[in-house]
Structure formats: structure tokens, C-alpha cells
């Protein structure tokens, strides 16, 4: 042992049994007075007591002559049989102020934290960066635990388990953490390594730390997870609401520990903003939140609160920029007094916030609100850069709102639009019973073009119109007001279905080749039912539509074949028509594909809900109605859904008179004669001077302009109607005489003397009918 330098043996009660001559120059003790007595005695006099006998790293040991000396020991456990315990080596070397070789400078003035510790987790050595972090010097922490420099918490016994996992298994480890530094009362980031220490037998005796504080880019890490979490939370619907929420749901607990957001008024209803009051801001809270910890809001959301001028979010708002304030500034005790709740019995203060940051809400050059975040429960109050990263998810929280507010703006406009289009009370007419439902899309694709209509037709006939625009929105809406009355228009004229749906086809066709270029392709689908209660046909063309459903008196039904022809806007295709026999009593079921059609609905299976549903007994129309659409619709319908039912009814012989005319002018007085037995029996006699007079114009214009079979009918429904029918085409037309013309003044005395006259085209010729009322009861 002579030759070793600083060297010493204790067996396991620490008594020495070996000793150097470098330990002799060190303390002065000679090995014979140092053998056989406590080493604690010789080089760590006032050490705490405790296995090992020595602690590792810095002690002072007392000097023969009674200077102390300060030492640096490392202290190498020996095992005896058995692996028992059998004592340590011990070496030692003078603890100088400074390094003297270039490695150990190099140790002290790493940019790293490094530190050494021993198999306890007692620290043997600690350079410069390691001190600053822990908060005092060297010499203050050698020999202590880990765990008694640092303190117990989560954090730090983490730390301590990965330490003792490094010496049990020989093997390094790398890992981050997130806590709080001895020396700081921020968090900070950690990227650490740690490796064991071997002697030269290769046993581990300690264990090596580096710690590289990456605080600023576990920040960066966050604010760019926060931004990216941003995309996909805020604004996953058009509602105003639902976004706010969905903006404070993401600042709490991540960014803030209280959130909330205050629109302006007209953001959730005017269309243009106001202009800025002067006196003071009102705002209206639409959302807010609280982390667990925090203090609750004293403004009630739904409730409107006016802001001074000279408060944050007022200067938030009017400055258009994050406006950052702590505890103890100007203005900030202020807001806390005014905005936060009390807090109850043992929950958090008022004093414990201690930061606040007021962002505005600006999206497209306009200002919707303002957002407030407070923190209490983080340990960090607001820097610039939360300002900046508040700013950016402002930003894009006010964007989606403002998308909302458009949608919903679009929405409401498009709605009051379409509702003034379709028709609000169905006219009176005696063909049919009739229920419709009109139910407006929820999607964010906006209100489509669906559309309906019941148009009475000359000889009680009534027209049954059920269409679909493509697109949504108020330039599909603006569509369908054009058809809505290119329709009535084309059913005055009293055009056959299929030739009716031509003209329709070309008007879109006009339409679009018309329209500007930033104005979505225009088409449309269209279905036009003709109902006649006299014969009791139906006669119906489709332009693209679904096919209507037959639901007869028995309760049966069935899916009409009708050809369903190319959709309006496609041009220089036929539309064909299909004529049915229709029991009185059926019911004919109109509508349009949102009923049947969606992302994730099989259509066949749709189409038999929708027969079965229109079979189950009701009993009335509108009861029926609201039983399909419970049955077929799902919750949410991804589009427009219109809905029309007609019950047929039948006018029977005793309300029709039909009397054939033959060509001879002398038939003009019997079918007057004849027109005045029937009013006779109708008990209309009161009617029949004017109905006479009719009779005889009309039939005569049939006689000398038409061509025969010459044919009138008589029908008494809500109106008397009387018709002529002939096989000439040539449609009449009222023209002014001349005071020595003979003729020519008989239609003027028919629309004169009646309620409405007009002519449609048959396939055997033409019609020419008038209306007159019918005496009241």
C-alpha cells in the first residue's frame, strides 16, 4: 500500500487496514497510527453518520497538525465470500479552487448540467451549469442524495427511479422531462443522459448525468402541436356557438386556466357591423371555461356586458392586437375585481390570477369580438411570444366564426327567400286532397332548391309540380324561384306534361348558357303530374326525378313507371309521358331525392322504407306525411327534402253533362236549349242567361272556325265550367270590332261576362272553356 498515492482500505465496520503513503503526505497520519482506528475519524470528521463510512466527493479532513484539509474521495466497495460485504477502497486527492488539467476544465465549463453521482445517488461531483441549476455551490451539495438537493416531487422521483434503474442495469438512458428547476420557479425542458460510471474491474460505483435544457423547443413543440390541434378543433360546424366553444376548449388547460369569448351583437344577428360606440363596448359572452383549479366567470354566458373604453379587451378590441397584462399593472386589478367570480370557501382567488391576455377576434378585415385568457393554476404568467401564438389561434378561431356567421347569414336569406317562392297556402280546388312538408337541409352545404307546387287547370284538372335545383344556396334558391314561375306560366298556356318539361328544359338551358362564369353549372330535376277528376287519369313526365308512389284505396302501392327522361338543362332530348287510370281515393306521393338519397343510405333500401311508410293506415294526410318522414329520414338529412301528397278524388256523372254538336247552325239553339235543362236540373237556374249566352258564343265560334266533331261539356265542381271542344287546332284570340261589324265581339261577351276563359290543345284538336261562379248557398 506504500506505493499507491492517497489510497486507503477499511474492512466493513470501517476500520482501517491499509494505508498509503499519499495518504500519509495528505493528512500527515503515518500508517501506524492510522491502522486500526475509524477512518470517519481521519478524513470526515464531522460527515453524518451512515453507511458507507465516508461519504463520496468533497469532505475536509483534519490534519495531524490541526489545519483542515479539503479532499475529493471516491470510495470502490469490496466483496468477500458469498458476495458479502467486506469494505472499500478509498482514494483521495485534494480538492484545489480550480482544475488544473485541460479534461477537467473542459468538466466545470461545459455548457451542459453534469453531474456525478454514487451508487446512493449521493453527488460526487457536480461542474458549473449543474451548480447554477441546482442553485448553490459545489461544496454545498456533495454528498447529499438526490432527492434531499432537489426536493420530492413527481418530477424529481422520476428522475431518482431512473438513476437507480441506470446502476441496477449497467445500461445508460436517455430521457425528456418537464418540471421545475431547484433554482427557478419555471418549468423547464429536459433533454437527459445518464450512463454508469465502472472501475477498472468494470463494477459500477456511480452513475453520469448530462441534462441540455430545451425549454424553447419543447415551447416551439407546443405551440406548433396547439396550432395544428387548431385546424382540426375549431370550426368543425357553421354554428357561431359551437365554434367559440370549440376555441376555449382548446386554450383550456393547454394555454389557459380560464377562457372565455365575447362577441359582438350583430355577429350573431345583424347582417352589417355598427358603427363603434364611443362610451363604452357591449359584448355578449357566448362561451367560456375554467381548468380545474381556476376561478369561475362572473358574466352568465347569453349575457351582454359593456366594457369601458379604457379596459383590456376594449383596447383589445380597439387597438386590434393581444394585449398582455400581470398582476399588479394598470388596468388588470381592475378586470379581476370586475370579471372573475368569487371564489368559494377554499377554492382559488382572485389574487392567485396573475396574468391575463385579451386577443380580438379578426377575421377579413373585421372585427367579431374579443377572446380572454387568464392563468392562475400555471406558475408562468404570459411573454410576448404566448401573445403571438394567441394572435395566430385568434386568428384562426375568428375565421371559422366568421365562416358561421356567413353560413348562417346565407342560410337565413336563402330560407326567407325560398319560403316567399313556394307557395304558403296550396289554392282550393276540388281534384285532390293534398298535405305537403318542406323541410330545409341542416348540412353545411346550405339550403338546396327543392321546390313544390298545386296548380288548378282548366276543367277541375289540377297540376302537381315537385322539382330539385342543383347546388345549394341562394343562387340555387334564385333557380328555383325562375322555375317555380316558368311552371305556373307553361300550366296556363295548359301545356301536355311532356311538352311542358320541353319548354322548361329550354329555359334552363337559356338560363345557363347565360350565366356569368363564377355561377355554379345550372340544372335542375323535375317530375309534372296532370290529375283529371272527370276521367280519372293521371298523366305524368319526368325530368330526371324519382318516380312517385301509388298508394291505392286498399292500402297497396307501388312505384308509377315513369320514364324519367334527362334532367332540365341537358337539351335536345324527349320527355315522354305516361298515363295512368287512378282510383278515387288513392294517394299519389310526390318528392324529392333528399328524402331517399344520402352519403351513407343504400337508395333501394330507402326507396322500400318509403313504400312501406306511405302504406301504414293514417288518418288524415298530414298525419300520414309526418309518419314517412319519421320512418324514412335519419337524424341529420345531408339535404333538402320536399314532400307532397294528393288523395284523388272523382267528379261522378251527376256533376258532368256532355252533348255531341252536330255541324249544322241550327244546332246552336239546342245546345242552348240543352245547357238550360241541365242548369235546371243543377238547380242553377240563376245562372242561366249568362250560361246561355256562353253555350251560344262558343259553339258557334266551334261551328264556323273549328272543324268537327264538335262536342260540349257542362261541369259543376267549385265553379260552373263550360267547355266546346273541336278538332281544329287554331287556337281563338279576342280582337276589337269595328262598330259596322257583324261579328266578332262574341269572346270579348265571354270574358266579359265570365270569371276566366281560355283554350288548351288536345291530340284530337283544341278546348275553349269558361268559368263563372256559382251562386251563393
Given at each position: 500500500m506504500e506505493d499507491a498515492s492517497a489510497a486507503v482500505v477499511v474492512d466493513a465496520r470501517g476500520i482501517v487496514t491499509g494505508w498509503s503513503e499519499g495518504a500519509r503526505r495528505l493528512t500527515g497520519h503515518p500508517a501506524d497510527e492510522a491502522v486500526g482506528r475509524a477512518v470517519r475519524d481521519l478524513l470526515a470528521g464531522d460527515a453524518p453518520p451512515g453507511a458507507p463510512p465516508v461519504p463520496s466527493g468533497a469532505v475536509?479532513?483534519?490534519?495531524?497538525?490541526?489545519?483542515?484539509?479539503?479532499?475529493?474521495?471516491?470510495?470502490?466497495?469490496?466483496?468477500?465470500?458469498?458476495?458479502?460485504?467486506?469494505?472499500?477502497?478509498?482514494?483521495?486527492?485534494?480538492?484545489?479552487?480550480?482544475?488544473?488539467?485541460?479534461?477537467?476544465?473542459?468538466?466545470?465549463?461545459?455548457?451542459?448540467?453534469?453531474?456525478?453521482?454514487?451508487?446512493?445517488?449521493?453527488?460526487?461531483?457536480?461542474?458549473?451549469?449543474?451548480?447554477?441549476?441546482?442553485?448553490?455551490?459545489?461544496?454545498?451539495?456533495l454528498g447529499r442524495t438526490f432527492l434531499d438537493a432537489v426536493g420530492r416531487t413527481e418530477h424529481t422521483r422520476r428522475v431518482d427511479r431512473y438513476l437507480s434503474r441506470v446502476v441496477e442495469t449497467g445500461e445508460p438512458l436517455r430521457h425528456e422531462s418537464f418540471g421545475r428547476a431547484p433554482a427557478d420557479s419555471r418549468h423547464h425542458a429536459w433533454n437527459v443522459e445518464m450512463w454508469p460510471?465502472?472501475?477498472?474491474?468494470?463494477?459500477?460505483?456511480?452513475?453520469?448525468?448530462?441534462?441540455?435544457?430545451?425549454?424553447?423547443q419543447h415551447r416551439a413543440r407546443h405551440r406548433l402541436a396547439l396550432l395544428n390541434e387548431a385546424a382540426t378543433a375549431i370550426g368543425t360546424t357553421l354554428d357561431v356557438v359551437r365554434t367559440a366553444e370549440e376555441f376555449v376548449e382548446l386554450l383550456v388547460p393547454a394555454f389557459a386556466d380560464f377562457a372565455a369569448v365575447d362577441l359582438l351583437d350583430w355577429v350573431l344577428g345583424a347582417d352589417e357591423p355598427p358603427v363603434r360606440p364611443d362610451s363604452g363596448v357591449p359584448l355578449r359572452r357566448v362561451a367560456h371555461r375554467s381548468a380545474e383549479g381556476a376561478p369561475e366567470a362572473a358574466v352568465r354566458l347569453g349575457r351582454t356586458d359593456v366594457h369601458p373604453p379604457r379596459s383590456l379587451p376594449a383596447l383589445a378590441l380597439r387597438e386590434c392586437r393581444a394585449v398582455l397584462a400581470r398582476a399588479g399593472e394598470p388596468g388588470f386589478e381592475q378586470w379581476a375585481a370586475e370579471r372573475v367570480a368569487p371564489a368559494p370557501a377554499g377554492g382559488p382567488r382572485i389574487a392567485d390570477v396573475h396574468s391575463l391576455l385579451a386577443v380580438p377576434l379578426r377575421a377579413r378585415g373585421t372585427v367579431l369580438g374579443v377572446a380572454v385568457a387568464v392563468r392562475n393554476v400555471h406558475p408562468e404568467g404570459y411573454a410576448p411570444d404566448d401573445a403571438v401564438l394567441a394572435e395566430e389561434l385568434a386568428s384562426r378561431a375568428a375565421l371559422s366564426v366568421d365562416n358561421a356567421r356567413r353560413f348562417a347569414r346565407e342560410r337565413a336569406t336563402a330560407l326567407t327567400l325560398q319560403h316567399s317562392l313556394l307557395p304558403k297556402e296550396l289554392p282550393g280546388q276540388a281534384a285532390v286532397e293534398v298535405a305537403h312538408r318542406y323541410l330545409p337541409s341542416v348540412s353545411a352545404a346550405g339550403i338546396g332548391g327543392d321546390w313544390f307546387d298545386v296548380i288548378p287547370l282548366a276543367g277541375s284538372r289540377v297540376a302537381l309540380v315537385v322539382g330539385d335545383v342543383v347546388g345549394h344556396g341562394i343562387p340555387s334558391t334564385a333557380t328555383m324561384g325562375r322555375l317555380c314561375t316558368a311552371v305556373r306560366t307553361l300550366a296556363d298556356v295548359d301545356l301536355p306534361p311532356d311538352e311542358l318539361l320541353t319548354h322548361l328544359d329550354d329555359l334552363v338551358t337559356h338560363l345557363a348558357a347565360d350565366a356569368r362564369e363564377d355561377i355554379a353549372e345550372l340544372g335542375s330535376t323535375c317530375l309534372y303530374a296532370v290529375y283529371d277528376p272527370v276521367s280519372g287519369r293521371l298523366t305524368a313526365a319526368a325530368a330526371g326525378h324519382p318516380a312517385p308512389v301509388l298508394v291505392l284505396p286498399d292500402g297497396t302501392s307501388r312505384f308509377l313507371r315513369v320514364n324519367a327522361g334527362p334532367p332540365l338543362g341537358v337539351g335536345g332530348l324527349p320527355f315522354e309521358a305516361t298515363e295512368i287510370a287512378v282510383p278515387e281515393g288513392s294517394v299519389?306521393?310526390?318528392?324529392?331525392?333528399?328524402?331517399?338519397?344520402?352519403?351513407?343510405?343504400?337508395i333501394d333500401r330507402a326507396t322500400e322504407e318509403l313504400r312501406s311508410a306511405l302504406s301504414v293506415p293514417a288518418g288524415s294526410l298530414e298525419s300520414l306525411c309526418d309518419g314517412v318522414l319519421k320512418a324514412v329520414l335519419p337524424e341529420e338529412p345531408g339535404d333538402d327534402v320536399a314532400l307532397l301528397l294528393a288523395r284523388t278524388r272523382a267528379l261522378g256523372a251527376d256533376r258532368v253533362a256532355t252533348r255531341d254538336v252536330r255541324p249544322d247552325p241550327e244546332e246552336v239553339a239546342a245546345a242552348r236549349e240543352w245547357a238550360g235543362e241541365r242548369l235546371a236540373a243543377w238547380g242553377l237556374d240563376e245562372t242561366?242567361?249568362?250560361?246561355?249566352?256562353?253555350?251560344?258564343?262558343?259553339?258557334?265560334?266551334?261551328?264556323?272556325?273549328?272543324?268537327?266533331?264538335?262536342?260540349?261539356?257542362?261541369?259543376?265542381?267549385?265553379?260552373?265550367?263550360?267547355?266546346?271542344?273541336?278538332?281544329?287546332?287554331?287556337?281563338?284570340?279576342?280582337?276589337?270590332?269595328?262598330?259596322?261589324?257583324?261579328?266578332?265581339?262574341?269572346?270579348?261577351?265571354?270574358a266579359q261576362l265570365t270569371q276566366r276563359w281560355g283554350s288548351r290543345h288536345t291530340d284530337g284538336g283544341k278546348t275553349i272553356w269558361a268559368e263563372q261562379p256559382l251562386p251563393q248557398p
Open positions: 475536509v479532513a483534519p490534519h495531524r497538525d490541526g489545519h483542515p484539509v479539503p479532499l475529493r474521495l471516491t470510495l470502490c466497495p469490496l466483496h468477500g465470500a458469498g458476495d458479502a460485504p467486506a469494505g472499500y477502497v478509498i482514494t483521495a486527492e485534494p480538492a484545489g479552487p480550480a482544475e488544473r488539467s485541460l479534461a477537467g476544465r473542459a468538466f466545470q465549463q461545459a455548457s451542459l448540467a453534469i453531474s456525478v453521482v454514487d451508487t446512493e445517488q449521493r453527488f460526487v461531483r457536480l461542474n458549473d451549469a449543474a451548480c447554477e441549476v441546482m442553485g448553490g455551490p459545489e461544496e454545498g451539495l460510471v465502472r472501475d477498472l474491474t468494470g463494477e459500477v460505483v456511480g452513475t453520469a448525468m448530462a441534462g441540455l435544457d430545451s425549454t424553447e299519389v306521393a310526390l318528392y324529392t331525392d333528399g328524402l331517399i338519397e344520402g352519403r351513407d343510405r343504400d242561366a242567361f249568362v250560361t246561355e249566352l256562353v253555350v251560344s258564343e262558343l259553339v258557334t265560334n266551334a261551328l264556323r272556325y273549328g272543324a268537327p266533331p264538335v262536342q260540349l261539356r257542362l261541369i259543376r265542381d267549385r265553379t260552373l265550367i263550360c267547355e266546346v271542344a273541336d278538332a281544329s287546332p287554331t287556337s281563338p284570340h279576342l280582337r276589337r270590332a269595328h262598330a259596322f261589324d257583324e261579328g266578332g265581339r262574341g269572346l270579348l261577351l265571354v
